[in-house]
């Protein structure tokens, strides 16, 4: 029964990709290209997460952990730009 709901699950997650992809592309506005590509993240988080269930091992976890770092500061950093144009700040006293 779980391998059944894990199978399903990953369907589904792979669906929700498929929908934020095409946010992506077609999205109206960057604001919405940025939150698809967080949304994105986020369900490849959780599918890796159950093809590690399902597989009954630990060796995922590792990517687990490096996408999810990956997915949230990229997700600043396209706030960021968004807001302020640029991603780093330099002062300069000249």
Known sequence: MI???LKVSLTLFALAIVISL???IRGPSIPDRVIAMDMIGVNLI???AAISI?????AYLE???ILG???FISTIALSKFIERGVIIERKRDR
């Open 46 to 48: 959780s599918a890796i």
């Open 54 to 58: 399902l597989l009954k091992t630990k």
């Open 3 to 5: 391998v059944v709901m």
């Open 22 to 24: 095409y946010r992506i």
């Open 69 to 71: 770092i990956l997915a």
């Open 63 to 65: 990517v687990i952990l």
